[in-house]
């Protein structure tokens, strides 16, 4: 619809608090300085990244797409969930700036975890494929959950994500895949508490894309990772950050002298295995019909 060319306001404004006496930004301690520095809001700042993005950083995005540190995705995800552009106009600038790569699929993915969401408005509490019910969580350790969010699990790539995403409000889809595996699967915690962690600290967090990821990862969701697919951390790193330039700028403990580095919270072998038992009494019920 063309814009309208003028919205009628009332020209006496109520009666009113100022916003700054709410003290609604944070200090004491201001954690929001990487936000800032990273994010300008607004649509005329996403306007202009998603014109970036098409005439610049489009070409390299299907062969660098998953090296976290190669800055070849459009960043555009808070801008979409903020509503400051709309999935209609990134698909026809895209479409108009003829993009062939994979970009589009992966609008075509948000589509998907936001039809999900239409059909199972649980998607963020309760498993999408109701076997996953019976899956045998062990009690929850806090210091473990802790020192994912912390990213300091001893695992370069994974505390890298997890710092990357407490300073800036994101985090590359690879890192995200890393560390919800790792939380899943070598931790053993329940999906549901890497998503409300996720939820509160994303600039991006969706309602729908966060829960339909998660248990994408964990095996519960649409469409579902394999379950026996449990990613080691140190082959991703070697994959897809082979220079060590993502873990160099967030986690930079893990390149330095020895002893820096948080020692390995869990064994990978080990936690591996316990996961693939865990995931066989998952199937056992499902067979079982229970
Ligand atoms: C555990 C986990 C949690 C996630 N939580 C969120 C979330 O809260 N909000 C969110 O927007 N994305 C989430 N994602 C999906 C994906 O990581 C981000 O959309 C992507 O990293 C955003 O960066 P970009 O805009 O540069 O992506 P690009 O690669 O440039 O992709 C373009 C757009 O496509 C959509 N998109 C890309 N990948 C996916 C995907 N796997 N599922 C759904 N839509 C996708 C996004 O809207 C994105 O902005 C999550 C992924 C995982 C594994």
């Known amino acids: 619809l063309p814009e309208p060319r003028e919205v009628p306001a009332s020209g006496r404004a109520p009666a009113s608090e100022s916003l700054d ?15 800032r520095e990273t994010w ?13 993005f098409l005439a610049e950083d489009v070409g390299a ?18 801008r979409l969930r903020w509503g400051e552009l709309s999935p209609h106009t990134v698909w026809h600038a895209a479409i108009e700036a003829h993009d062939t790569s994979r970009f589009l699929s992966e609008l075509g993915w948000r589509e998907f975890a936001w039809h999900t969401l239409y059909h199972f ?27 994912w969010q912390r990213g300091e699990t001893g695992y370069a790539i994974v505390d890298a994500g997890m710092k990357e995403l407490w300073h800036t409000g994101y985090m590359h889809n690879r890192a995200r895949m890393v560390t919800a595996s790792f939380l899943i ?3 053993l915690i329940d999906w549901r508490h890497g998503e409300e962690w996720f939820w509160d600290t994303l600039v991006d967090a969706d309602g729908a894309n966060n829960p339909f990821n998660w248990q994408w990862v964990a095996g519960s969701g649409a469409d579902a990772a394999p379950y026996f697919r449990v990613f080691n951390p140190e082959l991703q790193a070697q994959k897809f950050d082979p220079d060590g330039h ?10 330095g002298e020895e002893g820096l580095a948080p020692a390995p919270i869990v064994d990978l072998k080990a ?4 996961a693939l038992a865990a995931y066989e009494q998952v199937k056992q019920a499902a067979r079982s019909g229970n």
């Not at 300008?40 to 970036?52: M, Q, V």
């Not at 540190?69 to 459009?74: E, F, L, P, R, V």
């Not at 109701?130 to 899956?135: I, V």
């Open 21 to 35: 006496d709410w003290g609604l930004l944070p200090h004491d301690p201001d954690w929001a300085g990487g936000l």
């Open 40 to 52: 300008e809001p607004g649509e005329p700042a996403a306007r202009r990244r998603l014109r970036e």
């Open 61 to 78: 995005y299907d062969r660098a797409r998953d090296r976290p540190s190669a800055g070849a995705t459009s960043l555009l995800s808070p």
């Open 121 to 147: 408005p649980e998607l963020a509490t309760k498993n999408l494929r109701r076997e996953f019910d019976a899956f045998p969580w062990p009690r929850l350790k806090p210091t473990a959950l802790r020192a």
């Open 185 to 187: 699967k070598n931790l």
């Open 246 to 255: 993502y873990i160099a700028q967030w986690a930079p403990e893990h390149r």
């Open 271 to 274: 936690t591996r295995q316990r």
